[in-house]
């Protein structure tokens, strides 16, 4: 776990550095996605990141696609839910 | 950051299809999640299936962001009429000046208030006491629940948008739930607590307003 949580963090700022994600959409713009609603910026995001440990992440198999393993990382009040699908990072919500 | 055009290829998980598709990007108006408004004419990947939207580019988000506030910036509802005589009261007891033309500033005021000091969480229980007392005062005198309402309507600036918005975001309430939610918590600082503090800085912004 910890080493999966170490890989996600690492992809999932140099995502947000690099400006190269997308967001999930599921036929709408979901407001809980407040990075893509530009309420709060991708380095805002990856600072939240990059103060997570371990027991900050939690991941478990996407509902719809088993094999895409969702993370979840919960820090200072903030709830950032992604995945990876490579070459993306893709953010389902980044909310308060 | 990788600039998408009409026309690219990508892939992404379809949640229709249940499985990870190939996609292509193109233009389309995408509604917010909360039925509230939509983007228009953004970039977007459909699934190449079933024609879904699945992707968003970090590119549009500056054209979401401004679909979001220029929805936002009309903020309306009808409500129960109990709770405009109650924002009324409130404005009354601060200010026995303070007319109508005054919600907006004190509504302002407890939007910024509340997401600056992240007491969104207390909306909810303090609206859920206003309705209860108000239920206990209507059987206590035997009176009939009334379905009378009142409009609110105001133009209000980007920031008050702006904070309007992340209580929506914060409390997952729709526009009404959420004046009536505020207006409760106005009228248990003002009407009930007689908050000092509250008030003070009420007196102070009426002043300036009027």
């Known amino acids: 776990m910890e080493n999966g949580f170490r890989i996600a963090r690492r992809d999932v700022i140099t995502a947000l550095e690099s400006g190269n994600y997308l967001h999930v959409s599921r036929g709408d713009i979901e407001v809980k996605n407040l990075l893509a609603s530009g309420a709060i910026s991708a380095s805002e995001v990856a600072e939240i990141i990059r103060s997570c440990k371990g027991s900050h992440h939690s991941s478990s198999p996407h509902h719809a696609v088993a094999s895409v393993e969702v993370h979840v990382l919960r820090r200072r009040g903030w709830y950032i839910k992604f995945y990876v699908i490579e070459p993306d990072t893709w953010f389902i919500s980044v909310h308060q | ?210």
Not at chain 2, 59 to 87: F, G, N
Not at chain 2, 131 to 148: T, V
């Open chain 2, 1 to 210: 950051m990788k600039i998408l055009l009409e026309g690219d290829a990508g892939k992404a998980l379809c949640e229709h299809c249940k499985a990870v598709v190939q996609t292509h990007y193109v233009r389309r108006d995408v509604p917010f999640s909360d039925g509230q408004g939509m983007a228009r004419d953004i970039l977007v990947g459909a699934c190449s299936q079933c024609d879904t939207v699945v992707a968003i580019p970090p590119q549009s988000t500056p054209a979401i962001r401004e679909a979001r506030k220029q929805q936002l910036r009309s903020i309306e509802a009808r409500l129960p009429a109990v709770y405009l005589d109650v924002l009324d009261a409130a404005m009354h007891a601060v200010s026995c000046e303070a007319g109508a033309s005054l919600r907006k500033l004190f509504l302002a005021h407890y939007f910024q208030m509340l997401v600056q000091n992240h007491q969104s969480e207390q909306l909810q229980p303090a609206h859920q006491a206003f309705i209860e007392a108000l239920e206990q005062h209507r059987q206590q005198r035997g009176l009939a629940a009334s379905s009378s309402t009142r409009r609110l309507s105001m133009k209000v600036n980007p920031h008050m948008a702006e904070d309007f918005m992340a209580l929506q975001q914060q409390t997952h309430m729709n526009q009404t739930e959420l004046l009536k939610s505020v207006i409760a918590r106005i009228q248990s600082d003002v009407l009930e607590a007689r908050d000092q503090h509250v008030i003070h800085t009420l007196q102070h912004l009426a002043r300036l307003a009027m």
